[in-house]
């Protein structure tokens, strides 16, 4: 191919990102990639800017831990009832 490289679509629907491509791109697994029909058989594909990043349960404790200067409480239900205190 002269203006680019060639993938092949999988029975499933995949598509390789050729690694010249991920490269270039500084593309990390689990980065979404945004698809737009731009003509009848054109389409551009847009990089996210941030990769996807699945929330971890110890994430929440660094969050959490700016409400409670003195440490947090032992239990969950304490946390919940400090953190919704004032919500209507």
Not at 15 to 43: D, E, H, M, N, Y
């Amino acid at each position: 191919m002269k203006n680019g490289v060639s993938t092949v679509l999988t029975d499933r629907g995949q598509v390789s990102v050729p690694a010249s491509i991920r490269k270039k791109a500084a593309l990390q697994a689990g980065q979404r990639l945004l698809w737009r029909q731009t003509a009848p058989g054109c389409f551009s594909v847009t990089v996210e800017r941030e990769p996807s990043k699945k929330s971890r349960a110890v994430d929440v404790i660094g969050y959490a831990a700016r409400f409670f200067p003195d440490g947090l409480p032992g239990r969950t239900d304490d946390v919940m009832r400090a953190l919704r205190q004032g919500e209507t």
